[in-house]
Nanobody, 119 residues
Framework: QEQLVESGGGLVQAGGSLRLSCVVSGSIFAINNMGWYRQAPGKERDLVAALTGGAMRNYAGSVRDRFIISEDSTKNTVYLQMTGLKPEDTAVYYC?????????????WGRGTQVTVSS
């Protein structure tokens, strides 16, 4: 099975920047159809950035023009460059396939990485 290891989160002030990384390992053939999801306290986990198809990139309206998703296929790594961070961006960020992979019928998620933006 694939393994997902996120890193790069931290505590930043509003307006700051972070770059998240996701290393995908295991029995994979391509690092395509990947996305970044986030879950804030009391809210559902939402897809905020996706890399699908050959080179299609899509973003949730809340992060468009501030976040950029990219990948390095030679390293099996997906990145999320975040700028202009806002307190409402505070959440645990996860990478996963789009749609999320499942293990025995249940969605599989890594540990995620915490992003906290203070005002």
């Amino acid at each position: 099975q694939e393994q997902l290891v996120e890193s790069g989160g931290g505590l930043v002030q509003a307006g700051g920047s972070l770059r998240l990384s996701c290393v995908v390992s295991g029995s994979i053939f391509a690092i395509n159809n990947m996305g970044w999801y986030r879950q804030a306290p009391g809210k559902e986990r939402d897809l905020v950035a996706a890399l699908t198809g050959g080179a299609m990139r899509n973003y949730a309206g809340s992060v468009r023009d501030r976040f950029i998703i990219s990948e390095d296929s030679t390293k099996n790594t997906v990145y999320l460059q975040m700028t202009g961070l806002k307190p409402e961006d505070t959440a645990v960020y996860y990478c996963n396939r789009v749609p999320p992979m499942t293990i025995n019928g249940a969605p599989y998620w890594g540990r995620g990485t915490q992003v906290t933006v203070s005002s």
